[in-house]
C-alpha cells in the first residue's frame, strides 16, 4: 500500500531564513510525487512535480528513492509563503489516485 | 473558462436530509475524484471514476454515493445526513494526458 508521511503539523519560519519540509513515502513501484499548496481561501493547488524537476516560486524538491524522500526546499522564506502544504504520491496503476500526506502548515515570521 | 466548479460551496442542513454535491469540471478530463477533508487533517479518497458509468469506492469508507452518467458531471449524494458527515468534500479531475490533478474550491457540509 501506498503512504506519504510528512512529520511536522506545523513549522515556523522566520522571513529570510531557509525553509524545509520533510516528506517520506512508501511505494512499490515507481513513484510520481507531488507538492500541492493551499493559501488562504484558495483552493488546493499544484506547487511542483518532481518529474519536471523546476522550481516554482522559489522552491525546488528532490526525489531521494535511496531515502524514499521528496522534501521541499527554499533558500529564503517570504511572508507569502505562509500556506498549508501537502505532499502527495500518484498510483500509476490503475486508478492513478493522489495519495495524500497529513499536510504542514508553514507560517512565516516577518 | 476550463475549470472544475463545486456547488454548493457551503451547507448546513439538519439530520435525515437527502443531500447532493455538486462537481463539473469543463476540462474534458476522464477521471474524477472525491476527497473528504475534516479541518487540518489529511485528505482522504472516497469515491472516483475512470470515465461515464464508472464509479469505485476510494480508501476511507462512505456512506455516500457517486454518479457519472456525463464526462463532465460527478455529483455525490448522501440519502440521509448525520453529524458525521460535517467535513469538507474536494472534488478533483485529472486528463489523459499528463499526471497533474487538479482540485475545486471545496464544498462545506456541516450537518446539525
Known amino acids: 500500500a501506498q503512504r506519504v508521511t510528512q512529520p511536522e503539523k506545523l513549522l515556523s519560519v522566520f522571513k529570510g531564513a531557509p525553509v524545509e519540509l520533510k516528506c517520506n513515502y512508501s511505494y512499490s513501484g515507481s513513484p510520481e510525487l507531488f507538492w500541492y499548496v493551499q493559501y488562504s481561501r484558495q483552493r488546493l493547488q499544484l506547487l511542483l512535480r518532481h518529474i519536471s524537476r523546476e522550481s516554482i516560486k522559489g522552491f525546488t524538491a528532490d526525489l531521494n528513492k535511496g531515502e524514499t524522500s521528496f522534501h521541499l526546499k527554499k533558500p ?18 490503475g486508478n492513478e489516485k493522489l495519495t495524500f ?5 508553514l507560517t512565516i515570521i516577518p | 473558462e476550463a475549470d472544475i466548479y463545486q456547488t454548493p460551496r457551503y ?12 462537481c463539473s469540471q469543463t476540462m474534458g478530463h476522464d477521471k474524477m475524484y472525491w476527497y473528504q477533508q475534516d479541518p487540518g487533517m489529511e485528505l482522504h479518497l472516497i469515491h472516483y471514476s475512470y470515465g461515464v458509468n464508472s464509479t469505485e469506492k476510494g480508501d476511507l ?19 440521509s445526513a448525520r453529524p458525521s458527515h460535517t467535513s ?25
Open chain 1, 76 to 93: 529564503f522564506a517570504q511572508e507569502e509563503d505562509s500556506a498549508m502544504y501537502y505532499c502527495a504520491l500518484l498510483s500509476n496503476f
Open chain 1, 101 to 105: 500526506g497529513t499536510g504542514t502548515r
Open chain 2, 11 to 22: 451547507l448546513v442542513i439538519g439530520t435525515g436530509k437527502k443531500i447532493t454535491l455538486e
Open chain 2, 61 to 79: 469508507s462512505s456512506e455516500s454515493t457517486v454518479s457519472r452518467i456525463r464526462t463532465e458531471h460527478f455529483p455525490l449524494t448522501l440519502e
Open chain 2, 88 to 112: 469538507q468534500y474536494l472534488c478533483a479531475s485529472k486528463g489523459y494526458r499528463g499526471n497533474t490533478i487538479y482540485f475545486g474550491e471545496g464544498s462545506w457540509l456541516t450537518v446539525v
